[in-house]
């Protein structure tokens, strides 16, 4: 899987947790938990599979993908600049 997909991958995680997290501490509507829900879990698995199946992922990049939220930019982070692993 190109960079790409996982760029792609990692935002839709980070912003649907920023979604369900935002409606949870405010109106708390069911819609918007039914849609982003699935939309976040889908993108975590994403995330995970893409940092996995990287040739280039050492041991450390595929443990930090497993984290919610935020693995998605730091797998980005540590696959794009070879100064950071």
Do not use: K
Request: hydrophobic share 60%; glycine share 6%; with cysteine.
């Amino acid at each position: 899987m190109q960079l790409r997909s996982l760029r792609a991958a990692a935002l839709v995680e980070l912003v649907s947790l920023v979604v369900l997290l935002v409606n949870l501490s405010t109106v708390h509507l069911e819609p918007v938990t039914a849609v982003m829900g699935p939309a976040h879990g889908c993108a975590y698995l994403v995330v995970v599979v893409a940092a996995w199946r990287s040739a280039s992922a050492t041991a450390m990049v595929r443990i930090l993908a497993l984290l919610p939220g935020v693995g998605g930019l730091v797998v980005l982070r540590l696959l794009t600049d070879p100064r950071s692993v």
